[in-house]
């Protein structure tokens, strides 16, 4: 365990938390409740098998037109969900952790953040075969891809899909409010930056 490199991905994780305004009560809350953990935390916030709670990073992957989103079949959690997962050693930042996460999982290179700021905060308990995980406190990131780029389905997932985001699948009980959450978040010009 490399507990500098873990301790730079908390500060700068820190950093990205206080830096974000989130117009939503509710995230404003879980934001300021995922900083003091952090303060209390450090590293193993962040770190996967650092404490049962810790952050993780998502990328909602919408399609060049905004009509659609890219979703993987989880494998352990039996759900489909955005793409995502847990921070790395080398990740520079939160959102980083989430550009990466979604090239792995969707198997697309050409994806792109809108912004390095999260559009959004859920922290919820884990069901299936977590491991000594019980709870993550998911950052998640607005990222465009070209639908004619073919996706590659990742050893953590069963199947990944671009679905039309008026017909989302109905296998998680919070993901339709978390894609309107952050289809708000699109930046008035829609330009990438990263």
């Known amino acids: 365990m490399d507990t500098e490199a873990w301790d730079r991905i908390a500060s700068t994780t820190e950093r990205t938390l206080r830096q974000w305004s989130p117009t939503d009560p509710d995230h404003a809350r879980l934001r300021d409740d995922a900083v003091e953990r952090l303060t209390g935390l450090g590293g193993d916030f962040v770190r996967k098998g650092g404490a049962p709670e810790h952050i993780t990073a998502s990328c909602f992957v919408l399609s ?10 989880h494998k352990k959690a039996g759900r489909w969900l955005q793409l995502g997962g847990h921070l790395e050693a080398g990740d520079a930042d939160p959102a980083a952790a989430a550009l990466r996460e979604a090239r792995e999982e969707g198997g697309l290179p ?12 859920d922290a919820h308990r884990l069901i299936g075969s977590f491991g000594a995980c019980r709870t993550h406190w998911d950052l998640g990131f607005l ?27 109905q296998t998680q009980p919070h993901l339709a409010a978390r894609v309107a959450t952050a289809v708000r978040g699109i930046p008035a010009r829609g330009v990438p930056t990263r």
């Open 64 to 73: 060049g037109d905004r009509r659609s989103i890219l979703l993987a079949l």
């Open 110 to 121: 050409g994806v792109r953040l809108l912004s390095a700021r999260p559009v959004d905060i």
């Open 143 to 169: 990222g465009v891809a070209s639908q004619a780029e073919p996706v590659v389905v990742s050893d953590e997932s069963d199947e990944v899909a671009w679905w039309p985001l008026a017909e989302l699948p």
